[in-house]
């Protein structure tokens, strides 16, 4: 049974910075990519990131590239989403998710219950 479990969201002002934690089972983060999206009240889902299994490449969006970045422990079997110079919109309720696609980010099969980012404007 695949579990994803999310935590270190918060509320953090404008030009702050975050940490998302996600803890996989079994070997999730050695077999599949690994991704990161979100999704705040009344708009769609977006993926963030998606890191590959294989080669530790990465693709994100380009309004979180420069300023967000994705990693993963395999020893901790967790994924991390450092996430620095926050601005208002990107509040959201974050989800780390697998499989997912390096080339566009989606393509998610599972998922955690999400942890929620609010940084105010």
């Known amino acids: 049974q695949v579990q994803l479990v999310e935590s270190g969201g918060g509320s953090v002002q404008p030009g702050g910075s975050l940490r998302l934690s996600c803890v996989v089972s079994g070997n999730i983060l050695r077999d599949y990519n690994i991704g990161w999206f979100r999704q705040a009240p009344g708009k769609e889902r977006e993926g963030v990131s998606c890191?590959?299994?294989?080669?530790?490449?990465?693709w994100y969006r380009n309004s979180v590239k420069g300023r967000f970045t994705a990693s993963r422990d395999l020893a901790k079997n967790t994924a991390y989403l450092q996430m620095n110079g926050l601005k208002p919109e990107d509040s959201a309720v974050y989800y780390c998710?697998?499989?997912?696609?390096?080339?566009?980010?989606?393509?998610?099969?599972?998922w955690g219950q999400g942890t929620q980012v609010i940084v105010p404007s």
């Open positions: 998710a697998t499989p997912c696609s390096t080339d566009y980010g989606m393509g998610y099969d599972y």
């Open positions: 890191m590959s299994s294989s080669d530790s490449s990465i």
